[in-house]
């Protein structure tokens, strides 16, 4: 390995802990260089109350050999955003890596590189995969060949560990794990949908389903504009 250009892409309204998770992994492989992608130079506000800083635009970014797509809600305008997706599209079609964590799949999707491929995203998004090409598999992470998903927000920690793995090997992930001290033991088990109380889960459905019926006429708008062929 030598010289990896890692690329993260940057839109309003994205989901942090997709992006900083990552990028706090994924910015201790060796010989890598990490650039932080958006239209412009400005802050980039998240879903958190943190703003985020470029350090490139889409325009000025070298080439990407491992490019990641967080996720959001602000994924519902970013589909639609020319420039966003011109980058997606581009750098997607040339990368040694092409990733995404929680419904930054559907970037990759509408950009053609998910067609045929499996993939996971976040739960309640993920029945949608197939409407950008993908084939769902309820994982983790998943990989098909050069491209790595990860499933919702913190699913992109295991996310990022697991391609590390691929790139740098098990030691070098393990050290960065134990360096990070990587070892979660949350209050309750309703990280997933599986696992949830009941009432917990009902009561998420609840938060998305008006979500998911405004994103679902968001993907019937992208849908025409899908490439056929993956790479």
């Known amino acids: 390995m030598s010289g990896l250009q890692i690329g993260f892409v940057l839109f309003p309204n994205l989901?942090?802990?997709?992006?900083?998770?990552?990028?706090?992994?994924?910015?201790?492989?060796?010989?890598?260089?990490?650039?932080?992608?958006?239209?412009?130079?400005?802050p980039v506000p998240s879903d958190a109350a943190l703003a985020l800083v470029p350090t490139t635009t889409f325009r000025d970014c070298p080439p990407i050999d491992l490019l990641c797509v967080p996720g959001g809600f602000g994924v519902d305008q970013a589909i639609e955003d020319d420039e966003t997706m011109d980058f997606v599209r581009r750098e997607g079609a040339r990368a040694q890596y092409v990733t995404s964590v929680c419904t930054g799949a559907f970037l990759l999707g509408a950009a053609g590189l998910l067609r045929g491929k499996r993939a996971t995203t976040h739960w309640a998004y993920h029945h949608l995969l197939p409407r950008v090409g993908a084939i769902p598999e309820k994982a983790r992470v998943v990989r098909d060949g050069h491209v790595f998903t990860g499933g919702g927000v913190t699913a992109g920690i295991d996310f990022a560990f697991t391609l590390m793995t691929e790139i740098a090997g098990p030691q070098h992930a393990q050290t960065v794990q134990l360096g990070l001290e990587y070892d979660p033991h949350p209050p309750f088990q309703s990280g997933s949908p599986t696992s949830a109380p009941q009432a917990v889960k009902a009561t998420a459905d609840e938060r998305y389903a008006h979500r998911l019926t405004a994103f679902e006429e968001v993907l019937d708008r992208v849908a025409p504009r899908i490439p056929a062929k993956a790479r």
């Open 15 to 42: 989901t942090q802990l997709d992006f900083t998770g990552p990028l706090q992994v994924l910015s201790r492989l060796p010989n890598s260089t990490t650039h932080i992608a958006a239209k412009t130079r400005e």
